[in-house]
């Protein structure tokens, strides 16, 4: 992959990619065990690509290999989106509080929380391409090793912005499946994780160009 915008093709390149994706899909609506097969899928798919293979891993319920990914990724959504429950529940609390017809006093905390939570998204998917390589190479505790990940994240800081913005894109496309149907929401967001393996693998081999700081 010679470019991060390669992402968005690569999964349409290999052979029989769109049955893959489909019945990849189909896992993905079973609760729970469809979104550890998913992440599963997505860190095969993250394997060939960065092999310089274009092409997706055929489907199944790739559970062992997805359940270290599914816990990094639930493990930081919970942490960083603490601050939000907080604050909406403060809002809350402070607006049963309030009388009359006057200003909702929890307002702006819950404005605050919305904004909170806008802000933790993004620094996630800034985190994401570190958190799969790191993931990758050293499974849970690699992805749990804050320090790691926070370093391979900004050897080049430029670089783990332009695959976070790919990554946050991906975030965009995978509910737009709702708009033709509720159901190819599953499909979409089948492809959003193949996107996300594709930057995470340029982001990996940008990283590794990058000169050592010299001391």
Known sequence: MNSVGEAFVWPFRGPRWFERMVVQALILIIPVVGWIAMTGWMMLTFENFREGRAELPPAGFHLRRGIAIFGVF?????VLNVPTWVLYTAGGIASGGSTGRGLNAGAPLSALGFLWMFAAGLFLDFLVPSLIVNTHHGGFTGGMDVQRVWRLSTVNVGNAVVA????????????????????????????????????????????????APTA
């Open 164 to 211: 976070g913005l790919i990554v946050w894109v991906a975030s965009v496309i995978g509910p737009l499946g709702f708009v033709l149907c509720c159901v190819g929401v599953f499909l979409t967001t089948v492809y959003q994780n193949a996107v996300q393996a594709g930057a995470a693998a340029w982001f990996e081999r940008a990283q590794a160009a990058v000169p």
């Open 74 to 78: 639930l493990i930081y959504g919970i």
